[in-house]
């Protein structure tokens, strides 16, 4: 079994930044691609960003340039740092990502609970 765990959800004014964290724990033997989706009020979830072991990055036109992500495969945590909040960044992200654990050898993606980042002033 595999659990991602978000943090670092919250509020915060236009213009502010935020850095949320996801942590992956259980029987973990390594970890593909790491994604972070966000689904604002009466919205589909969308895609924000995602990172893969090598760190190479792909964003959401919607975010590029003010968010970044990151990961410590040490740690199997992943990391979006957000930058020049705006109102319509405005939902809950998810974390998701693709784990091989030595209960299942190939990878499975799994997702967290979320965390809430509200943008008002």
């Known amino acids: 079994q595999v659990q991602l765990v978000e943090s670092g959800g919250g509020l915060v004014q236009p213009g502010g930044s935020l850095r949320l964290s996801c942590a992956a724990s259980?029987?973990?033997?390594?970890?593909?691609?790491m994604r972070w989706y966000r689904q604002g009020p009466g919205k589909q979830r969308e895609f924000v960003a995602s990172i893969n072991s090598g760190g190479s990055a792909a964003y959401a036109d919607s975010v590029r340039g003010r968010f970044t992500i990151s990961r410590d495969n040490d740690k199997n945590t992943v990391y979006l740092q957000m930058n020049g909040l705006k109102p319509e960044d405005a939902a809950d992200y998810y974390c998701?990502?693709?784990?091989?654990?030595?209960?299942?050898?190939?990878?499975?993606?799994?997702w967290g609970q979320g965390t809430q980042v509200t943008v008002s002033s």
């Open positions: 259980g029987s973990i033997t390594s970890i593909g691609i």
């Open positions: 998701n990502a693709d784990v091989r654990t030595t209960i299942i050898p190939n990878l499975v993606n799994y």
